[in-house]
């Protein structure tokens, strides 16, 4: 007889068509899939993060087994579980005499690593879930000085053929940003994504996640995400029916309370295998073709996916494995504390990671000019930053989160993702938010004990690195309107600033 060879499922590779199993004969192989207490805790995940993870895999294990693929599975509970991987395919190979496994390729140098160094034969297959693979991402960044997001995406929407008439963009522009930075809505029209009773496999998840995770960060209920790719659909054609056409319009505003507003609650799904990102986008174009959804938010939602999601994918793999640890910035300061208790007086940051503690989710302009902006205007080290976003929202996987938090967010890569930093005083989320009405700083106050922490942190940060942003020509207005402030305001903001900053240092409430 044949020796059965081992095929690896990844908690994130739940998608039936994923390349180990393509590779694989459902009458010879056996499937593994293992939750493990190193994958669970190498940074302090949220605990509905686990949970989703936990549930849509045992969901998955379920529908392999009906369609007649031989599963082991092993819970974090099981006696014999060696907390693992690589510990559970050793164990598996001994008890089934195995010594091939069929895998694909992790989305993290880590278990990449982890992998090669296992003394069995790897076969490791390309994660074929994404438009551009390695080798496509490569040939593009081939003898390119700067690699833009921007020509990527064309790039991508020439692939795809998504949105494109002939060989030109749709409607004769390939970026419809400029409609898309209206501010929060007055009244909103959709109530927030579809949210699922958890059934038997997931209220078992739950039990035994509260039990075992308890003190972890994060609300574990109430639990809504949908945890199968049945469910994950019904949630979507919801969201491009309701929530598409006013997708683009408002989404960059943001509305205390208003944890969702119409943003799609796709990126964990498509992520773990739930949702094909093609599959999404094409939906998404279908809503167009038919009239349903205005071209300014349909091309936003498909760049979101097409563009950056690719493109940040390629950038983690393209930068390799000491990404995560660059510091162009050379910040030092600790992550504060309400980065995980919200005990802070700034409203904007207390709402952002209240939301974030209670549904693992922010959205993309919280997650940039609030928490981002923040850790960046303060000089906290771009590490623990990344660890924090790695650690606290459900749809956060290293090659995801490391190029938005290193890159995007916190410049800590010298300009590879973004090329300015995304900074802003009080000014943009006063006019980007509610918050301000609420806070106990006030935003027109520039100066002074209560001046908001923004307004004082945004200069203190462009006098501080001015040798390496002054000649920036998207910031050189800025340096500009600073130096023509009178000498001892600027004095007074910079103090004001190093005030706060000892504060902060000091773990007073701020
Ligand atoms: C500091 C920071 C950290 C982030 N960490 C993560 C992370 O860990 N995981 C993650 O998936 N996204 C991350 N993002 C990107 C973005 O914020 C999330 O993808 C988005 O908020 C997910 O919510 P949504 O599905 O409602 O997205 P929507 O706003 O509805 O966008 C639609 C789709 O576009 C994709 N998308 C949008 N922006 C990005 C982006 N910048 N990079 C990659 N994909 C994008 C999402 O996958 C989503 O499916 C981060 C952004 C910042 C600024
Ligand atoms: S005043 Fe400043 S700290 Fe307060 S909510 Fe507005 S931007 Fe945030």
């Not at 007889?1 to 393509?22: F, H, K, T």
């Not at 593994?32 to 994958?39: D, H, R, T």
């Not at 409607?171 to 699922?196: C, E, I, Q």
């Not at 029916?241 to 205390?256: R, W």
Request: glycine share 6%.
């Amino acid at each position: 007889m044949v020796a059965p060879r081992l095929v690896l499922i990844l908690g994130d590779q739940c998608s039936p068509d994923i390349a180990a199993l393509q590779e694989a004969d459902r009458t010879r192989d056996i499937v593994v899939m293992a939750e493990v207490a190193e994958e669970a805790s190498y940074v302090p995940h949220h605990v509905k993060k686990i949970a989703f993870l936990f549930s849509v895999m045992r969901h998955f294990a379920e529908d392999l087994r009906a369609d007649g693929w031989t599963v082991e599975y092993t819970k974090l509970d099981a006696p014999e579980n060696t907390g693992s991987i690589d510990g559970e395919l050793l164990r598996y190979a001994t008890k089934h005499g195995a010594t091939e496994v069929l895998a694909t390729e992790p989305g993290e140098f880590r278990l990449i690593e982890r992998l090669e160094d296992m003394p069995l034969d790897v076969l490791t297959f390309e994660d074929r879930r994404f438009i551009a693979g390695h080798e496509d991402f490569e040939t593009w960044a081939e003898g390119r000085k700067q690699l833009r997001m921007e020509y990527f995406y064309r790039d991508m929407r020439r692939k795809t053929g998504l949105l494109m008439d002939g060989d030109q963009p749709e409607g004769g522009k390939w970026n419809y940003d400029h409609d898309n930075r209206k501010p929060a809505p007055d009244g909103l029209t959709y109530d927030g994504p579809m949210r699922f009773t958890p059934d038997q496999i997931t209220q078992e998840v739950l039990q035994f996640v509260e039990t075992r995770f308890q003190g972890s960060f994060g609300a574990l209920r109430p639990f809504w995400f949908a945890t199968t790719r049945a469910q994950a659909q019904q949630h979507l054609t919801r969201w491009l029916a309701e929530a598409l056409p006013s997708f683009g319009d408002y989404q960059d505003a943001m509305l205390s309370g208003e944890r969702f507003l119409y943003h799609s609650i796709t990126s964990l799904y498509i992520h773990v295998g739930l949702l094909d990102p093609l599959e999404v986008c094409q939906a998404a174009e279908n809503a167009y073709k038919s009239g349903q959804a205005p071209l300014n938010a349909v091309e936003g939602f498909i760049r979101q996916i097409i563009g950056w999601r690719e493109y940040m994918r390629g950038i983690y793999f393209h930068e390799g494995p000491n990404y995560t640890s660059r510091n162009i910035l050379q910040h030092d300061r600790k992550l504060p504390s309400f980065f995980w208790d919200a005990m802070t007086d700034m409203a904007c940051i207390r709402d952002t990671v209240e939301a974030t503690r209670d549904e693992a989710y922010a959205h993309h302009i919280q997650r940039l000019m609030i928490t981002g902006n923040f850790a960046l205007l303060a000089g906290i080290d771009p590490a623990e930053v990344h660890e924090w976003y790695l650690a606290v929202y459900a749809d956060a996987y290293e090659w995801v989160e490391a190029p938005n938090v290193i890159g995007m967010s916190q410049f800590a890569d010298g300009g590879i993702v973004g090329s300015k930093p995304y900074i802003s005083s009080g000014n943009y989320l006063n006019k980007m938010s509610n918050y301000c009405k609420g806070c106990a700083y006030s935003v027109k106050d520039k100066t002074g004990p209560n001046a908001c922490p923004f307004n004082t942190l945004y200069w203190h940060f462009l006098d501080r690195h001015r040798d390496r942003f002054e000649m920036n020509p998207r910031l050189a207005q800025m340096y500009r309107t600073w130096d023509r402030m009178a000498e001892d305001r600027r004095a007074t903001v910079l103090s004001d600033a190093t005030l706060f900053l000892d504060r902060l240092d000091e773990g007073q409430k701020v």
